[in-house]
């Protein structure tokens, strides 16, 4: 056991810095900047991730084979910090985190052939169907479904929450493909192309008023056999590795430890009678109380990789880290609003679409804080709710 | 102790309740996603139902009415999520008007009581954390009259305000007491310019920036240097006000989040069966209940002038601030996805209420204030 950071580490942090100073263009950095959801604004994100592609670095979590860089997880993070700190907007997750992933564990051949190049250059935009009105945290009973005809399946229901499901030309979806017996037993994972005939996309209005998801209706929606992920009625093993990703896939903690470097400044900025809010003690209490905990997460997000790069299954790890970073996320954009003051109660979406021209009528981030605060209630509900997670970390981990 | 209301403060609260039932789509509003001007009808039903005249004193024309009554009004405006400038014009622009001598009042209370005067409070300061003494605009005295210049942010109406009302510095430096002054101005004075904008609930506000604006003495509203008394008096009754909008609106999440629980079903059964569910559901009622004992404590203190009354109210804007706003956040995270919409109205209420937690000083600040009191 050590921290020492290996030279090539050290220099690897300068090659990636270096790389980021010349590759973000004005756009990028100011979507970067107006970013207040995981979300990116799709535009410049998949902008950003053609110039990422080029450098080979669009998913350095892959194998290398299929166009993952061979990173060390040293490397990883340093790269994941770099990002954040040089404010660079989230590529969208639901490509190249989520459906990749799942193709290069489950996809056949000709699938990972035809797909994974798309995803890693961005031609494609994915979406996730996995959500229904009545199938949220009970996902197992989702019922839309898929009648076999053929060589094609005919789909029929809906999907709701479906993230970006308004700009995406791909979805990967899960569909019932049988009635009877358990229900996680039916159930088979699909690819679909957006512009398949039936397929009808109506945008849902956030709190942050950004419609962020869709709900999604299926009319006698026509797709191939050879779009199937896994064996038929299989797919509830492809959804639960994907999920895996998807929750534990991400770090946390470097974004947070920059989010709370830009919130010292910011309260250095915000005079008291007698100084700035960055001494007054109950402020840097709080301070520290988000720092101590994201200290913590970072060795044990560091923890989890050191043990995937080993070749063991984070498994239930990911639903902790899954729940420690989202609920520190949602404090620290709290904690944000608080330091403004009323300032954060600005309203002008206008001035957060990047390329707008809306001048802001305040400090950007006085506007980019509230929006931030808003979304990110969101993110103890997705992805399987905060409390579904505690239920695997109590019934998983603990065996209760 | 009694805790009741009495015949008048119960036909009040009836008749604002069958208002905001009956008179008010708070659906359509909600909808809105535009800055929307004074809604003229809803202001000029507020005149006649005799909203307006609540907290003034008869010999003003007013129905003498005070802190509980203005309790009585403001929970059930915040149980129907009523978008109106009735803090800033009645309550602050009101307060302090009331405190200002009988010149003042007589001038201007009439038409406020009528519906035909807005009213803005301009406090709020660019990167200064918010506190009365912590203001740094500045009037500086000049031949028959003060010159003005600064910004303030966020004034609460300042967009459809006929009047403002300005804290300024006259003498000492940010952190003193003593060397605030009130002034009266309106928009279309030389100088003066407002940026109007919404605010996240769906209220409206403005930028303001004084540039050189000349006002007479006459303009000083109070005495000079002697701001931050009737200020802060005015404050508390603001903080009441708000306070009691809060209680209602989170009456009204924690209601639908039970009944949301007990309808919406997983895994076979209402989400409400769950446990973890109930006791966070347990917990938002033992909240609510603790925050009306405080909104009761901090009102009739007020009302009855007592000693320790502005303590109670640092002590119900703290505990907002912290388990209003907690509360708040479990209703939108029992709700699922569907708390994250726009469509559901557990949003707007949310977003109320994070709005009532920005202002006049956030939980740390009271706590602080409330420890030193
Ligand atoms: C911003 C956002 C983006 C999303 N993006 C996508 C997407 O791209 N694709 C997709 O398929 N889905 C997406 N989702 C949907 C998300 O996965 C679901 O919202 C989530 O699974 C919860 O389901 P639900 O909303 O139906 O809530 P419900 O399942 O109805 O839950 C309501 C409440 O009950 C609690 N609860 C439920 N069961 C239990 C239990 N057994 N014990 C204790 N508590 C319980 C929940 O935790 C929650 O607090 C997204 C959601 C959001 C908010």
């Avoid at chain 1, 060390?72 to 969208?92: C, D, K, M």
């Avoid at chain 1, 957060?352 to 103890?380: D, F, H, K, Q």
């Avoid at chain 2, 030389?190 to 409206?204: I, K, N």
């Avoid at chain 2, 966070?280 to 009306?292: G, I, N, P, S, V």
Wanted: hydrophobic share 40%; net charge negative.
């Amino acid at each position: 056991m050590d921290l020492t950071i290996p030279d090539h580490e050290q220099s690897f942090r300068e090659e990636v810095r270096d790389f980021l100073a010349r590759a973000m263009t004005p756009e990028i950095r100011e979507a970067g900047r107006l970013t207040t959801s995981v979300f990116a604004p799709v535009k410049q994100a998949m902008d950003w991730q053609r110039i990422l592609h080029e450098q080979g670095w669009a998913a350095p979590h892959w194998p290398r084979e299929y166009g993952g860089t061979g990173w060390s997880v040293g490397q990883r993070t340093v790269f994941a910090e770099e990002l954040v700190r040089a404010g660079a907007p989230p590529l969208i997750p639901m490509g190249l985190q989520m459906c990749g992933p799942c193709l290069i564990g489950y996809g056949t051949e000709e699938q990972k052939a035809h797909y994974l190049p798309r995803i890693l250059s961005g031609e494609d935009i994915w979406c996730q169907g996995y959500s229904e009105p009545g199938a949220g945290s009970d996902l197992a009973s989702l019922k839309t479904f898929a009648e076999s005809d053929g060589d094609h399946y005919v789909i029929n229901g809906t999907k709701i929450w479906t993230t970006y499901a308004h700009h995406a030309n791909r979805m990967f979806l899960l569909v019932r493909t049988r009635r009877d017996g358990k229900p996680q037993a039916g159930i088979t994972f699909l690819l679909l192309d957006m512009a398949t005939p039936g397929i009808t996309v109506e945008p849902i209005v956030g709190l942050d008023e950004v419609p962020e998801q869709c709900q999604v209706f299926f009319d006698n929606v026509r797709v191939p056999k050879a779009n199937r992920v896994g064996e038929e009625n299989d797919g509830w093993t492809v959804a639960k590795y994907l999920l895996t990703f998807e929750r534990g896939g991400q770090d946390y903690a470097p974004g947070l430890g920059v989010q709370l470097e830009q919130l010292k400044a910011r309260a250095r900025r915000q005079a008291t009678a007698t100084g700035s809010l960055a001494d007054d003690p109950l402020w840097r209490r709080q301070v520290a109380d988000c720092e101590t905990r994201v200290l913590a997460l970072s060795f044990t997000e560091q923890r989890i990789k050191s043990a995937l790069s080993a070749g063991k299954d984070p498994g239930a790890l990911s639903s902790m880290t899954k729940i420690l970073g989202t609920e520190l996320q949602q404090r620290v954009t709290e904690l944000a609003v608080d330091t403004l003051g009323a300032q954060a109660l600005l309203w002008q979406p206008g001035a957060l679409v990047p390329g707008g021209g809306e001048a802001p009528l305040g400090p950007e981030y006085a506007l980019t804080t509230m929006a931030s605060y808003l979304n990110a209630r969101a993110c103890s509900i997705y992805g399987g709710s905060n409390e579904v997670q505690r239920g695997i970390i109590a019934k998983a981990v603990l065996g209760l | 102790m009694n805790f009741s209301l009495t015949e008048e403060q119960q036909m009040l609260a009836d008749s604002v309740r069958r208002w905001v039932r009956d008179g008010h789509d708070g659906e359509a509003r909600r909808r809105d996603k535009t800055r929307r001007p004074l809604d003229a009808a809803l202001w000029r039903q507020f005149a006649e139902l005799g909203w307006l005249a609540l907290p003034f004193a008869e010999d003003d024309g007013g129905l003498g009415g005070g802190p509980v009554e203005t309790l009585v009004l403001m929970e059930e405006l915040g149980r129907g999520l009523v978008v109106a400038p009735y803090v800033p014009t009645v309550v602050l622009g009101g307060g302090l008007l009331r405190r200002a001598g009988p010149a003042w009042r007589e001038r201007h209370l009439p038409a406020l009581i009528e519906g035909r005067l807005q009213l803005a409070l301009a406090l709020d300061e660019y990167e200064r954390v918010f506190a009365p003494e912590n203001t740094a605009l500045t009037a500086t005295a000049e031949q028959g009259g003060y010159r003005l210049d600064g910004r303030k942010a966020l004034v609460l109406n300042g967009d459809q305000a006929d009047a403002l009302l300005v804290l300024a510095r006259t003498g000492g430096v940010p952190g003193d007491e003593h060397g605030l002054s009130l002034f009266w101005l309106t928009p279309d004075q030389d100088g003066v310019s407002l940026a109007p904008h919404r605010t996240v609930d769906g209220h409206t506000a403005a930028k303001l920036t004084l540039e050189r604006v000349h006002l007479p003495a006459e303009a000083l509203v109070g005495e000079p240097g002697g701001a931050l008394a009737p200020l802060r008096a005015t404050l508390d009754e603001a903080l009441l006000a708000l306070g009691a909008e809060a209680v209602g609106a989170l009456s009204v999440l924690l209601d639908d989040t039970v009944e949301y629980a007990k309808t919406r079903r997983q895994f076979g059964v209402p989400i409400g069966d769950f446990q973890a569910l109930q006791h966070r559901m347990a917990d938002m009622f033992m909240a609510l209940e603790q925050l009306r004992s405080l909104l009761l404590a901090a009102t009739l203190k007020v009302a009855e002038g007592h000693a320790d009354a502005r303590r109670a109210v640092h002590a119900l804007k703290a505990r907002l601030g912290l388990d209003g706003r907690h509360l708040a956040q479990e209703a939108i995270q029992l709700h699922g996805g569907m708390g994250m919409t726009d469509e559901l109205a557990v949003g707007h209420y949310f977003k109320r209420l994070t709005a009532i937690n920005g202002l006049f000083g956030g939980a740390d600040a009271h706590l602080a204030a409330f420890a030193d009191a």
